[in-house]
């Protein structure tokens, strides 16, 4: 049972527009969320982190907002560049344990 | 930052083959650290929690006798494909973290191919 989704396979964007990734979760014992970036042949790296405590987080470029009551995240990327070109991943940890629940990624490209 | 090493990156072996993957947390000593399944165009699925100095956590229908986890040290866990077979042919990896409240860490993975 699939308990994080990423509903978006793929999504392409112009330079300097936004990216918007989606990831939706049904375990409301989630607290803790992550996106990660991950190029191929390579590890996923961190990118940007939100607790519950929280609706939104910001770094740079990077945005993440958190709705708990529609158990739904999203990261945005403004502007986005074509070094962002990517998979994202959302991940999700319970507030008891330290395992991550994964979705399955969305391939972004960013068209120059 | 926080840096995990992951070996080998690449194996291709025959049938039957014994396979050893090593995962090194190398600025930062690891307790825990997480061995990951991916196959295509699917997520990753964790398979066991390493714990260093005691038996690994596995997660339901991972077999611990088929994928055993040596947690030796506070910054190498190993994981070993026994006498793999096609079906284990996958993405492996490991991640780690200095503590629970931090991110998880990961290693390159490995692409294991079994002929």
């Known amino acids: 049972d699939q308990q994080v989704k990423q509903n978006s396979p793929s999504l392409s964007v112009q330079e300097g527009r936004i990216s918007i990734l989606n990831c939706d979760y049904t375990n409301s014992m989630f607290d803790y969320f992550l996106w990660y970036k991950k190029y191929p042949a390579e590890g996923p790296t961190f990118l940007i982190s939100?607790?519950?405590?929280?609706d939104k987080n910001e770094d740079g470029r990077f945005t993440v907002f958190l709705n708990k009551s529609a158990k739904h995240l999203s990261l945005h990327i403004v502007p986005s560049q074509p070094g962002d070109s990517a998979v994202y991943f959302c991940a999700a940890r319970p507030n008891t344990g330290n395992q991550f629940y994964f979705g399955t990624g969305t391939s972004l490209t960013v068209i120059p | 930052g926080a840096v995990v090493s992951q070996h080998p990156s690449r194996v291709i072996c025959k049938s039957g083959t014994s396979v050893k993957i090593e995962c090194r947390s190398l600025?930062?000593?690891?307790?825990?650290m997480f061995w990951y399944r991916q196959f295509p165009k699917q997520s990753l699925m964790l398979m066991a929690t390493s714990n260093e100095g005691s038996k690994a956590t596995y997660e339901q229908g991972v077999e611990k006798d088929k994928f055993l986890i040596n947690h030796a040290s506070l910054t190498l866990s190993t994981l070993t494909v026994t006498s793999a077979h096609p079906e284990d042919s996958s993405f492996y990896i490991c991640s780690a973290s200095p503590d629970s409240n931090q991110p998880q860490h990961f290693g390159d993975g490995t692409r294991l191919s079994i002929l």
């Open positions: 939100i607790s519950s405590i929280k």
């Open positions: 600025d930062f000593q690891a307790t825990t």
